[in-house]
């Protein structure tokens, strides 16, 4: 990872803690998130995967009015915003975002995430 790269990735990991602390306290079944990205491809590449307890809680998530998943705060366009504002231009924030959860992860990986994440969302 060049320099840069790094900086730039320091800059999402701080945008992304912001988020993931909205997400913890106000959304139900919330856990963490993390992000993938092939600097080669930059920013197309971005992916912020978050994480929930189950699969029942994702599916629960995605089939609230918009309205509800954004806040509170619009926390997916704060996000926008934050991402924009250190020069990342995320045109297809739905695209941007992908929703995983520990049951599949056990289920599918038997818990192990790095083993999960290279598979589902690496660009290698």
């Not at 918009?66 to 926008?80: E, F, H, R, Y």
């Amino acid at each position: 990872m060049r320099k840069s790269d790094k900086k730039i990735d320091n800059q999402i990991r701080a945008i992304l803690t912001e988020l993931c602390e909205v997400y913890f306290e106000d959304v139900p079944g919330f856990k963490w998130l993390t992000h993938v990205v092939n600097y080669a491809s930059f920013p197309n590449s971005l992916r912020v995967i978050c994480v929930f307890e189950s699969k029942q809680q994702v599916a629960h998530f995605l089939s609230l009015d918009n309205q509800v998943k954004v806040n509170p705060l619009s926390a997916l366009s704060v996000l926008n915003k934050q991402l924009n504002a250190i020069g990342i231009n995320t045109k297809k924030l739905d695209k941007l975002i992908q929703y995983d959860s520990e049951d599949c992860c056990l289920h599918d990986n038997h818990g192990h995430w790095a083993e999960r994440i290279k598979a589902r969302y690496s660009f290698s």
